[in-house]
């Protein structure tokens, strides 16, 4: 049964009672949409069903055998059926669909109609569909309607013209003059476009860019007016006049004057007026102010206004909204680079902030914490981390534990504080501890000369594995320490003591889950197991520990134990089911140490023995062969070498693998590479730059920077070395950025959600081509074959580019694992342009490949040299490779 009106339908959906009746009535009416398209030809029925359609699509089930119904409908004359058909055309099409390339006609002839709403049609589903062959199709009928008498036209092509500019940004030259009438026009929705397609110009034009720092001081004007005056109180929300055209005029102003320092001399009394003004009560003053701060970090202002966007930004971040708070942070962690002492007044909201209900303002605030670490403020703010520790998501506690012992590592001011620190990190969260830095720890103990420092690091390790043995990197460096200073551990007990504690008492029960030596027997001959600790990832982590943590307030707790109460100690680690075997070898090791330094204690031999016999028949083999080892060096006829044995061990050596430059602050590096990235030629340094010089003076030193950093990739420079020989390393913290900022961990490929094309744009050239070197075009060249990646990259090019090479580079996965996080960074000669579109995913299953657009801007026509790096994970490693290519053909370039 079919539905003739749309009213039908919806009364049919309506009324079903469960899914499977809403999803019959569907299965028919499509059905019957079906056998009408095919039989009927009615201009009236298609209408109909297309309405249908577009209804059941809204309901979420497929209709894409309607799209070329939609194409014809929107072919029709009438302005009904045109009205239905383009909607029908934005929702069911994208611009990656082929079918697409139908609609050309039909939109340049409605862009010819009389009929303004026809045209304003037209152009409202180019803005939201059109294909890079649809927008270079039409680009000359939208430059035509931006100088249309009707504003309403006007501001619809503005926006087609923000759509084309995004998908051929080599179309972006055709509107930079037309910029400035529109961004003078009486109505509010065309100056609103203006801004939009101007900020948009300048991410792709150079040309455009110095168009836009021409129009600062007009776009200055508008903003101050809408301070003074309401010219339009039918745009006013909440009291604050036309909030969007501000928010759109100061993202141009942002885009503008970054860089230029006489661009932003005119801005510091504008800025300054919307900071002071505004009214940040509501969620629409707090917009425009957030983007005023935005837009005095991002350019060379004065330190006064500087200092007021951060305090603009601490207003958000005491508000009581969410999403206030959390952009606050966000920007927060990007500004403490330039501007660390007054994001540092601001501290204490920040630590309020790790304790908030909503988790991604508690990630948020924890790094931004660890951003604010500097020598003076490390010893509060790593206190105030321990406290959220033990109450820390699951998921954060790896990345906190980690850049906690980075923090106390790079700023610990002495030993004590350091080995204190520590202690408690692995108290709270060992088993989230990585091996490197639990090796630094152990290291640092060993190589100190204090032997008091070595003996409070083994009195309160042996305290706290008593009170709890759940975390893993605790009893590891816990058990190291106490085998290895045993004689520290209980050289303050007198010879009365030590006397007694040679006669082994009853155990006493321990404090720490499964650590009852003799209780393990007892539970488990009863059929209870010991109690399991609890998992990092089960919702008992997200609570407070079973064994209450220690105040930060609290001093650690030591105890000087007997002997036999060490060996009780470390048996009970070796049987306990909570510990990793990792743990039961180094706490067998340490039985051995303990009672090789006191084996004038017959009884303590026999104990330590005794605990070796137990575990010779572990189903561990490594466990079992240090068991069977330890216990003959126990025995009389090793006597003699038993000394030698168990005596203390040298100081490990090892090269130190450095921290990340950017351990502690992960948004610094990100934001760093990617400002070199946008524009070299106007900031080469931080994405914050405080600006006091004149604007020649910037950009002679940007110059000579971004020269040196194209030298170094690409030694290029006429003292640079033979291509054989290795590049000159520059000194850490040299000029701005290097060309390794560039080559770090950072991607240069935006994740999905980022716009593309954030480089600077190619410059279009008039000549067509020739023939020659076409046939070297199309063909796929090997560049990098290695660990399972295969990368192959096919040069082409358009015959109204000649001096723009497109390659599109094939990531291959042969290997048999997948691969994820894939980041592929790449360099050119100074005399060349990059520009770099996201890849297609950055994950490749075995026996896929995924796809990345590099375009690359040659103008002086010579040989492609490209110098690239790869980085992915895969089976749980992290792969990264420099290599270099120029298997061009020289034709390609020319």
Sequence with gaps: MSFFRL?????????????????????????????????????????????????????????????????????????????????????????RQDIL???????????????????????????????????????????????????????????????????????????????????GDRHHGVKLAAATLLTELCSYSQEALEEARRLVPTAARLLQTLMVADPSPEHSVGGIADPFLQVALLRLLRTAARGSQAATDDLNDVLT?????????????????????????????????????????GRLLADSDDNARYVALATL????????????????????????????????AVDLSFALISPDTVKPIVDEILRVLPHADAELRPSIVYRLSAAITLFADSHEWHVERMLRVLSLGGSHLNSRDLFKFIRLV???????????????????????????????????????????????????????????????????????????????????????????????????????AIGLDEPLPQTVPEPAGVVRLLAAIARSPVTSPAAKRVALMAVAKVAGRFADQPELVASA???????????????????????????????????????????????????E????????????????????????????????????????????????????????????????????RQAPGGAADSIADLLSSTSLSPPLSISPNVMSPVAAAAAVPDDAGTADLDKEYDVYNKGGMR???????????????????????????????????????????????PPSGQHISVGSSVTQLLRVSNPTKAALRLRMKIMFDSNGQKYEDTFDFGGFPPSIGA
């Design 7 to 95: 009213k039908d339908l919806i009364r049919a959906v309506r009324v079903c009672k469960t899914a499977a009746d809403e999803r019959n009535v569907i299965r028919r009416e499509s059905a019957a949409i079906r056998t009408s398209f095919r039989e009927v030809e009615s201009q009236d029925a298609r209408y109909v069903n297309v309405q249908k359609l577009l209804y059941i699509y809204l309901l979420g089930f497929p209709v894409q055998f309607g799209q070329l119904e939609c194409l014809k409908l929107a072919a029709s004359p009438r302005f009904s059926d045109k009205r239905v058909g383009y909607l029908g055309v934005t929702l069911l099409l994208d611009e």
């Design 101 to 183: 390339t139908l609609l050309t006609n039909s939109l340049k002839s409605d862009m010819h109609s009389t009929d303004d709403y026809i045209v304003g049609l037209a152009l409202s589903t180019l803005s939201c569909v059109a294909s890079s062959e649809v927008a270079s199709d039409l680009v000359d009928e939208v430059e035509r309607l931006l100088d249309s008498p009707r504003s309403y036209l006007r501001k619809k092509a503005t926006l087609a013209a923000v759509r084309i500019v995004r998908r051929e940004p080599e179309l972006a030259t055709a509107f930079v003059k037309r910029i400035q009438p529109l961004l």
């Design 273 to 313: 007026c919307v900071a002071t003004r505004v009214d940040g009560t509501r969620n629409v003053g707090m917009a425009v102010l957030y983007e005023c701060a935005l837009t005095v970090l991002a350019i060379p202002s004065e330190q006064p206004l500087r200092v007021l966007a951060i305090n603009l930004l």
């Design 333 to 364: 962690s990007a500004a403490v680079i330039t501007e660390a002492p007054s994001v540092q007044r601001h501290r204490a909201t920040v630590i309020r902030c790790m304790r908030d209900d909503d988790v991604s303002i508690r990630r948020r």
């Design 446 to 548: 060993a190589s100190s000369a204090d032997e008091a420092l070595q003996r409070r690091a083994a009195r309160t390790s042996f305290a706290l594995l008593e009170r709890d043995v759940a975390q893993e990197a605790m009893v590891i460096a816990g058990a190291w320490l106490v085998g290895e200073y045993a004689d520290l551990l209980v050289e303050s007990r007198g010879p009365a003591a030590a006397a007694a504690s040679s006669s082994l008492s009853p155990e006493p029960a321990l404090h720490g889950p499964g650590l009852d030596a003799e209780g393990l027997d007892i539970l488990g001959a009863l059929g209870s197991p010991a109690p399991a600790p609890p998992r990092a990832d089960s919702d008992s982590a997200l609570s407070p520990a079973r064994v209450a």
């Design 609 to 659: 023995r005794e605990t070796y016999s137990r575990h010779v028949h572990a189903a561990d083999a490594e466990i079992q062969a240090r068991a069977a080892e330890f216990d003959r060096l126990l025995g009389h006829e090793l006597d003699g070498v038993r000394a030698a044995v168990v005596e203390r061990m040298p100081v490990p050596e090892y090269a130190d693998v450095p921290y």
């Design 661 to 728: 430059e950017y351990v502690l602050n992960p948004t610094a590096m990100r934001m760093k590479a990617l400002t070199v990235i946008r524009r070299p030629a106007i900031q080469p340094a931080d994405l914050i730059t405080a600006g006091t010089e004149s604007e020649a003076q910037v950009d002679s030193a940007n110059k000579a920077s971004v020269a040196r950093y194209l030298f170094n990739l690409m030694e290029e420079s006429p003292d640079a070395p033979p291509p054989d020989a290795p590049a000159p």
């Design 791 to 837: 990368i192959t990259m096919t040069p082409s090019k358009k015959p109204r580019l000649p001096a723009v090479v497109d390659l599109m580079t094939k990531f291959y996965n042969e290997g048999d694992c997948a691969m994820s996080a894939l980041n592929f960074l790449v360099a050119v000669p100074k005399s060349q342009k990059i520009q770099i579109h």
